[in-house]
């Protein structure tokens, strides 16, 4: 019963025009994002540019923050990005002064040495004053500065430069061919070469997997009422578990798919690099990659798209999943890079390289993946029951079955 | 047809139609100072603002314009009655962009008066023309697929597109110029946005 149901809801899908729309989108979103996306070989002494990188270093991550604070600090006005739209914050003057004194216990400089640096830049150079690095005061521990910047974070209500999560990226400059080189044996030793393409093609893909999978799900669970097959299906003996997980899983392994078929286009240039640059490849990752990364996400999404459409019949998990991607789009914007996927549904990681980001975000990227799949699970569960709810003449807010109760009673 | 007719065509398009839609709107422009900063802004981080938050109402209000005759009988009810659907649609169409504006000149109003510097009839109109443009292709696209789940999704992957790859294929079309100093765009979406609501109506128009 249940192979029968989950093959005829798979046949259902393919059939259906948002499908292919879906399906369609898939294609054109990985073509113009993914497809000029040439393989790395091995970088040469003497190229004009490496790339940039975040480095690790404590002192260039602590100037460069102190830089951005004394200039934040001195026009009185700072930057946050609660959900990757900039908010100007201005701080009370109590919390001002507290920022001053930090400013003042992490580069060793009075509020008039402070002053007078910043009129001193203000007046020679033109440009971005972020880009201003601050010397620490000598024996400023790392753990300190961080202390520091998180109450700094605070008062400012998160979301600024100095949040933990964030100060990785202020240590952004240009790599030297030791770094890319460096860079390079990690992709080709650690990633296998097809590892770090394939987490680049989850990047992407998981952008727009954070709400077609929505459409989709509303959609047919939409189908029912429109076709008026809702009441003749209620009745049927199949249990409602089975006839709401197999179309749950249809789904699922039809919005997979494109991916799948997708990933062999990118895995066979990563193929022919490494067959003519004698590299051991992954031939695995693009799948280990599209179940462990992007699965969890297009579960949520179809279980929330499922749930409120059979609890309201309704097109409202558009919308609700609509905002949850916006803020969560929006939010990932400042871990683009890698490494700081804390909890977001659509975790980045916008680059090949950034191994050692990725291994050391790995457990936190684990945790997000697992909490959403047990979320999805648990929705699935709900709209069984809903599902089940609603075949016993319950729960019907706009049907047939509670106007025929209504009039009865 | 007396202007009381068309009246009561809106009044009945407020009062059962969209008042969901409506308080969906009023909801995501109200929270928007939780999510981002809406004041002391400069004229970019206004621009960004406007096009890309305040710009997906549009999305929200427009193409629910078919939904009352979403069902083939009453489509083919309305059909059969003297007035010609097609203007049905216009009427509460009209009505609805009018509410757009009325709540983006709010918007507009609350910024100014929270210190954000932008020059305002002109960041008024560009984020209308965006709006107007995002939801005039959710409302093209219902009408040709008989699917508001489908007038929903392709706005929406627009604007993904424009937020992943910029102006590189978009060009004209780019919905976001506004933030580069640029108002070019938004004339030609302007102009998309009136030719998609009509195909739009005149596709639903001819499915009677």
């Given at each position: ?409 | ?98 509410i757009l504006a009325l709540f983006l000149g709010g918007y507009v109003w609350m910024l100014t008066r929270n210190g954000c510097h932008f020059p305002v009839v002109k960041y008024y109109f560009g984020a209308y023309a965006g709006m107007l443009f ?75």
């Amino acid at each position: 019963m249940f192979g029968q149901l989950f093959l005829k809801e798979c046949r259902e899908t393919a059939r259906s025009l948002i499908y292919w729309i879906l399906v369609g989108i898939m294609l054109f979103f990985f073509a113009t994002q993914l497809g000029e996306t040439e393989i790395a070989r091995e970088p040469e002494k003497g190229q004009e540019s490496y790339g940039m990188h975040q480095s690790e270093d404590p002192d260039v991550i602590m100037r460069n923050t102190l830089g951005t604070l004394a200039d934040e600090y001195y026009r009185e006005s700072y930057t946050t990005y609660p959900i990757g739209f900039a908010k100007t914050v201005k701080p009370d003057k109590k919390e001002q002064k507290r920022i001053g004194e930090i400013l003042e216990e992490a580069t060793g400089l009075d509020q008039g040495e402070i002053k007078k640096t910043m009129e001193e830049y203000y007046g020679s150079v033109t440009g971005l004053v972020a880009e201003m690095p601050m010397e620490p005061v000598d024996g400023l521990t790392y753990k300190r500065f961080k202390e520091l910047m998180k109450e700094v974070d605070e008062l400012l209500g998160g979301g600024s430069h100095y949040g933990e999560q964030y100060l990785a990226a202020n240590g952004i400059e240009p790599m030297t061919y030791e770094d890319a080189i460096k860079e390079y044996h990690l992709l080709v030793e650690k990633d296998g070469l097809s590892g770090g393409y394939a987490r680049l093609f989850s990047d992407y893909m998981v952008i727009i997997l954070g709400i077609l999978p929505v459409f989709l799900a509303t959609t047919r669970e939409m189908r029912d009422r429109r076709a008026k097959m809702q009441e003749l299906i209620y009745t049927r003996r199949a249990k409602s578990g089975t006839i709401v997980v197999s179309r749950y899983l249809s789904m699922i392994v039809m919005t997979l798919l494109p991916l799948f078929l997708l990933s062999f286009l990118p895995l066979a240039e990563c193929i022919k690099v490494a067959a003519s640059d004698g590299i051991r490849i992954d031939h695995l990752a693009y799948a280990k990659y599209i179940l462990g990364w992007l699965l969890p996400t297009v579960m949520i999404v179809t279980a929330v798209g499922m749930f409120l459409t059979d609890l309201t019949d309704t097109a409202a998990a558009v919308l609700v999943q609509g905002v949850w991607w916006f803020v969560s789009v929006f939010t990932g914007v400042q871990g683009i890079d890698g490494g700081a996927y804390g909890w977001n549904l659509i975790p980045r990681h916008n680059t090949e390289l950034n191994y050692k980001g990725f291994h050391d975000g790995f457990v936190q990227l684990v945790s997000n993946r697992v909490l959403y799949v047990s979320f999805a699970i648990i929705i699935v569960a709900l709209t069984v029951g809903i599902y089940s709810q609603k075949r016993r003449g319950r729960l019907n807010v706009r049907g047939k079955i509670l106007a025929d109760r209504k009039s009865k009673s | 047809m007396s202007v009381e007719r068309y009246w009561q065509i809106e009044k009945v398009n407020l009062k059962h139609n969209i008042p969901v839609h409506l308080l969906v709107c009023l909801a995501l422009l109200c929270l928007s100072p939780l999510l981002m900063g809406v004041s002391n802004l400069e004229a970019e981080d206004t621009a960004k603002v406007l096009e890309m938050y305040v710009a997906l109402i549009g999305i929200v209000l427009i193409p629910p314009v078919f939904l009352p005759e979403q069902n083939r009988e009453i489509r083919e009810l309305v059909g059969s009655k003297y007035m010609n659907s097609a203007a049905v649609y216009c009427i509460r169409l009209l009505g609805n962009i009018v509410i757009l504006a009325l709540f983006l000149g709010g918007y507009v109003w609350m910024l100014t008066r929270n210190g954000c510097h932008f020059p305002v009839v002109k960041y008024y109109f560009g984020a209308y023309a965006g709006m107007l443009f995002f939801g005039a292709l959710g409302l093209f696209c219902y009408g040709a697929s008989d699917n508001i789940i489908i007038g929903y999704m392709v706005p929406i992957f627009y604007y993904v597109a424009a937020v992943g790859s910029g102006d590189k294929y978009l060009k004209i079309f780019y919905p976001f110029s506004m933030v580069k100093d640029s108002l070019v765009e938004k004339g030609y979406l302007l102009l998309a946005a009136v030719v998609l609501a009509v195909s739009g109506i005149w596709l639903r128009s001819r499915k009677n």
